[in-house]
């Protein structure tokens, strides 16, 4: 197993799209099986500080791990883990159907339109298209930023384009959200 490890490392480095996406995936099944959530020491399992320091080094390689506890309710059965390995910077990838960490919060939190224009933003980079990535890369903050201040601080979307400038004095006059999860 050590030696295929270190072909397929080698591969990865060499730029073999396969060998990485299988490295990945074969270290989020190893962190899938090995995570103890609440572990502060080595028992044979992944602890919170061995966890920690993983997700330093994906971090340093341009990945976001993300690990989620799902949890039981069936009597008996324990929680399961669920990983995650998200590129952060999608410029310097092959992108095809893989989905970058902004993009994923801004799904997950329900800024669909600002998602749009960032994935619209990103194509058109990767095409070169670097006027029409710019308008789009605007169009998505102008998004982000009225929808924080629609959730957040109150601001009413009159539903006219250019209100990014409005909402911010908004934000500005009423009190920025404070460590908000946006």
């Not at 270290?27 to 028992?43: A, C, H, L, N």
């Not at 992944?46 to 690990?67: P, Q």
């Not at 799902?70 to 310097?92: F, H, K």
Request: glycine share 8%; proline share 3%.
């Amino acid at each position: 197993m050590h030696q295929t490890l270190r072909r397929a490392q080698t591969k990865a480095a060499k730029a073999d799209s396969r060998a990485r996406k299988g490295l990945l995936a074969f270290v989020r099944i190893i962190i899938e099986q090995k995570y103890e959530p609440g572990s502060t020491s080595w028992s044979g399992r992944i602890s919170e500080n061995g966890l920690a320091e993983i997700r330093e080094a994906f971090f340093a390689d341009g990945y976001d791990l993300r690990v989620e506890i799902i949890e039981n309710l069936m009597p008996g059965e324990s929680s399961r883990i669920m990983a995650q390995i998200l590129p952060t910077d999608s410029v310097t990838l092959p992108l095809g159907d893989e989905i970058t960490s902004l993009e994923a919060q801004l799904g997950e939190r329900g800024y669909t339109v600002a998602a749009t224009h960032y994935r619209q933003a990103v194509s058109n980079l990767t095409d070169h298209q670097y006027e029409a990535a710019n308008s789009q890369l605007r169009s998505m903050l102008e998004e982000l930023v009225i929808r924080v201040a629609v959730d957040h601080t109150g601001y009413r979307d009159s539903g006219k384009a250019s209100q990014g400038s409005l909402a911010i004095a908004h934000m500005l006059g009423n009190g920025l959200p404070g460590k908000c999860v946006c």
